[in-house]
């Protein structure tokens, strides 16, 4: 089985050679210790760029040297395409490359991409009526590019048989240990993740989203609006007082500023407050029911459901894991 891993310019080449190396080390210990794992199959790791030279620069000006291009090489069994934090436009209008990407897939190839290596992957039009996962940062701009598919943010990985997909950045560390599972040995993945030491429990994004509202909307009521949720999160502030800030109707505010944020009113607030709130249990030796509080909520059974719904963790889990603790 040949898996490629592909260079293409401006990209990350953290998740690159990170993800590549994964796979290099999972087969030096394969051949090691082959008597102790149940093989599917062999792997030949080749690293190809998506132009005609064999040099490629990464998003931070540093340059990798790949084995071959994608035009040389024959169809590999998988590709792995890493993300991006830059350059959107540019890089998902290399027709030549997302038309290669496309025949192999229609060839037989099968495709795992990194964070927003999916935009890339959504670009072929291989994504058109099937969910897809990237980066929370690009989320929005993702949903805007490719209407045809479905985002499911919250979800850390995504298989659709011959097509994996993993979220933001360190996640392509999971999606390697996915795809020694999937393709070469369940045995095996396992024993990587524990020699890696990778937590292999990891399935929703929404832990590490940071929510900042979408601001660059130019709508300047619906902006006087979220920006009067955010100063007065210690409170609940009613649809009609918010339309009466913004000298909007009920109805008009509500369609304008839905239509602004992509969120209603009430969830924008609750979002801020939820956001607030994280920023209070990683700052601060508060009680998790004086944080509610501080927040706008009375009732903690309240707080702890909406947390939970947003973030994918209780707001005591969320502490236990976020809070800073000195190492001693």
């Not at 993300?83 to 027709?95: E, K, L, N, V």
């Not at 935009?119 to 209407?147: C, M, Q």
């Not at 602004?260 to 009430?266: E, V």
Request: hydrophobic residues 40%; proline residues 2%.
């Amino acid at each position: 089985m040949t898996i490629a891993f592909l260079a293409y310019p401006k990209c990350s080449l953290w998740s690159l050679i990170g993800s590549y190396e994964m796979l290099q080390k999972t087969c030096r210990i394969a051949q090691i210790y082959a008597d102790r794992f149940k093989l599917k199959q062999t792997c030949n790791l080749i690293t190809v760029s998506s132009t005609n030279e064999k040099r490629v620069q990464g998003s931070y000006g540093n340059f990798f040297e790949v084995d071959s291009t994608i035009y040389e090489i024959k169809r590999p069994d998988i590709i792995v395409i890493p993300g991006f934090d830059r350059d959107i436009a540019a890089i998902i209008s290399d027709t030549e490359m997302i038309n290669k990407i496309r025949d192999f897939y229609n060839e037989g190839t099968d495709i795992a991409t990194v964070c927003t290596g999916s935009f890339i992957l959504a670009a072929t039009g291989l994504l058109d009526n099937k969910t897809a996962t990237t980066h929370w940062v690009y989320a929005r701009e993702f949903a805007s590019r490719f209407p045809k598919t479905e985002l499911a943010i919250d979800r850390m990985l995504i298989d659709h048989d011959r097509i994996c997909m993993s979220g933001g950045a360190s996640s392509f560390q999971n999606l390697m240990i996915y795809l020694i599972e999937k393709y070469i040995s369940k045995e095996l993945a396992v024993f990587m993740s524990k020699i890696l030491l990778i937590d292999n429990d990891r399935f929703l994004q929404s832990p590490y989203t940071i929510f900042n509202g979408q601001k660059t909307h130019g709508d300047e009521p619906v902006l006087l609006a979220q920006q009067t949720i955010e100063q007065r999160v210690n409170e609940f502030i009613s649809i009609d007082e918010l339309a009466e800030i913004t000298n909007m109707s009920k109805r008009n505010f509500l369609r304008r500023f839905k239509h602004a944020t992509g969120d209603t009113p009430f969830v924008y607030m609750q979002r801020t407050k939820i956001e607030a709130a994280k920023t209070l249990m990683e700052d601060s030796h508060n009680q998790l029911i004086e944080i509610a509080m501080q927040t706008g909520y009375d009732d903690f059974s309240s707080f702890r459901k909406t947390f939970k719904k947003h973030t994918g963790l209780s707001p005591q889990e969320y502490r236990k894991r976020y809070t800073y603790k000195q190492a001693v």
